[in-house]
């Protein structure tokens, strides 16, 4: 049992650190956060702002809120299940992320094409006769 919930908690986990770093509901906030974290003078406000640009960085701090919340543990029933249900969460959620992100690059690549192959077929295509009257 330990191991499927281990799949399902990195579902929210992924989609929360998803949304955050690269969804245009929050692109404000994610464009805010990627200029202070390259022209801050302090590395410390660099590495805060950075936190929300990055889905690996942000999914470890997504993953400690769903441990509070689910108190979930991998193989031991101490502090050690937590740390390893932790960095386990990150991996999987990782990996999750990164399927989504291959699809979305997949999907984006497939309309380049489409859309491509549709304004080649347009530029060929003779004119509707009444509009060469």
Same mark, same amino acid.
């Given at each position: 049992? /330990?191991?499927? =919930?281990?799949?399902?908690?990195?579902?929210?986990?992924?989609?929360?650190?998803?949304?955050?770093?690269?969804?245009?509901?929050?692109?404000?906030?994610?464009?805010?956060?990627?200029?202070?974290?390259?022209?801050?003078?302090?590395?410390?406000? +660099?590495?805060?702002? =950075?936190?929300?640009?990055?889905? !690996?960085?942000?999914?470890? =701090?997504?993953?400690?809120?769903?441990?509070?919340?689910? +108190? !979930? /543990?991998?193989?031991?029933?101490?502090?050690?299940? =937590?740390?390893?249900?932790?960095?386990?969460?990150?991996?999987?959620?990782?990996?999750?992320?990164?399927?989504?992100?291959?699809? +979305?690059?997949?999907?984006?690549?497939?309309?380049?094409?489409?859309?491509?192959?549709?304004?080649?077929?347009?530029? /060929?295509?003779?004119?509707?006769?009444?509009?060469? +009257?």
């Amino acid at each position: 049992m /330990q191991v499927l =919930y281990l799949f399902i908690l990195a579902i929210p986990i992924a989609c929360a650190s998803w949304t955050v770093t690269h969804e245009d509901i929050f692109r404000e906030f994610h464009d805010v956060c990627l200029t202070r974290c390259t022209t801050s003078r302090y590395m410390g406000t +660099r590495k805060f702002f =950075y936190l929300f640009t990055c889905e !690996y960085c942000f999914s470890h =701090y997504v993953t400690v809120v769903v441990l509070i919340i689910a +108190r !979930y /543990q991998l193989l031991f029933p101490d502090w050690r299940g =937590y740390l390893i249900a932790g960095f386990s969460l990150v991996w999987v959620a990782n990996i999750y992320m990164a399927i989504f992100g291959r699809l +979305r690059l997949d999907l984006r690549k497939e309309r380049a094409e489409i859309e491509a192959e549709e304004t080649a077929l347009a530029r /060929q295509s003779p004119p509707p006769a009444a509009a060469r +009257r």
